[in-house]
């Protein structure tokens, strides 16, 4: 029903950028809450990023809170993480979800679908 592909990721030096996009399939993406998972080495999958249906709320985990920005543009059927200042440990899978609620969106059983997870490699 909904369709998820993440493009963007690579390998990038430390304090260096990237920009991770996520497109959608469908006319229901304005409906669907928005998030950001990955999945480092040898580690679980954990929360990254979210933003409610409107774009008007986000949320961060503390790791990444001042150096990404998640954002969605509804008419292109896409969400954005911007990552910049990057660091080796943010070296991960990430992988966009959508999600039918705007609460709850750090726990990954609150998101319907999911992406195919990009590579993201930070070297020092």
């Known amino acids: 029903q909904v369709q998820l592909v993440e493009s963007g990721g690579g390998l990038v030096q430390a304090e260096g950028s990237l920009r991770l996009s996520c497109a959608a399939s469908g006319r229901t993406f304005v409906r669907y809450a928005m998030g950001w998972f990955r999945r480092a080495p040898g580690k679980e999958r954990e929360f990254v990023a979210a933003i409610i249906w409107s774009g008007d709320a986000t949320y961060y985990a503390d790791s990444v809170k001042g150096r990404f920005t998640i954002s969605r543009d509804n008419a292109k059927n896409t969400v954005y993480l911007q990552m910049n200042s990057l660091k080796p440990e943010d070296t991960a899978v990430y992988y966009c979800?959508?999600?039918?609620?705007?609460?709850?969106?750090?726990?990954?059983?609150?998101?319907?679908?999911w992406g195919q997870g990009t590579q993201v490699t930070v070297s020092s």
């Open positions: 979800a959508a999600s039918p609620r705007n609460y709850g969106l750090s726990q990954s059983m609150q998101y319907n679908y």
